[in-house]
């Protein structure tokens, strides 16, 4: 199988045993390894006290895509350090993507970058995560 396909596969495996981004309501739009592109809607539940998004939202969102990302090279991979900053306010309706790039792989860790934009193509929130890559296959020969 190729990259692409193989790393569609890990993602839908990833996905279908993951409720909490299932309960978020993430779309996946694009998968390629070291790559993913995710989109969800920002629901009432999902609101704070101020009735904005609460922070742990797009964190979630950028989390989720962090994980796809880097696992889509079909080796088994999880975070040891992120952060994130937001940089606008989101509301009950606001559609948001998160874009993750893959900026450098080794054999042992990985470091990604997430962008997330609302509706308005606005950036709201940037995120940075750094994982540990298992000698695990997600898929052994």
Same mark, same amino acid.
């Given at each position: !199988?190729?990259?692409?396909?193989?790393? %569609? %596969?890990?993602?839908?495996?990833? @996905?279908?045993?993951?409720?909490?981004?299932? =309960?978020?309501?993430?779309?996946?739009?694009?998968? &390629?390894?070291?790559?993913?592109?995710?989109? !969800?809607?920002?629901?009432? &539940?999902?609101?704070?006290?101020?009735?904005?998004?609460?922070?742990?939202?797009?964190?979630?969102?950028?989390?989720?895509?962090?994980?796809?990302?880097?696992?889509?090279?079909?080796?088994?991979?999880?975070?040891?350090?992120?952060?994130?900053?937001?940089?606008?306010?989101? @509301? &009950?309706?606001?559609?948001?993507?998160? $874009?993750?790039?893959? $900026?450098?792989?080794?054999?042992?860790?990985?470091? @990604?970058?997430?962008?997330?934009?609302?509706? %308005?193509? &606005?950036?709201?929130?940037?995120? %940075?995560? $750094?994982?540990?890559?298992?000698?695990?296959? =997600?898929?052994?020969?």
């Amino acid at each position: !199988m190729d990259k692409k396909e193989l790393a %569609k %596969k890990v993602v839908d495996t990833m @996905y279908n045993n993951d409720y909490f981004s299932q =309960w978020l309501g993430i779309e996946r739009l694009a998968i &390629e390894a070291g790559h993913c592109v995710l989109r !969800m809607k920002v629901r009432k &539940e999902m609101l704070n006290g101020f009735a904005i998004a609460h922070g742990g939202i797009t964190y979630s969102l950028a989390d989720s895509a962090l994980a796809f990302a880097s696992n889509s090279h079909g080796r088994k991979a999880v975070s040891v350090e992120t952060s994130i900053s937001h940089t606008e306010q989101l @509301y &009950e309706g606001d559609v948001i993507t998160a $874009t993750a790039e893959e $900026t450098k792989l080794s054999n042992k860790i990985g470091i @990604y970058h997430i962008t997330i934009i609302n509706q %308005k193509n &606005e950036k709201v929130a940037f995120f %940075k995560g $750094t994982v540990y890559r298992t000698s695990q296959e =997600w898929f052994p020969a």
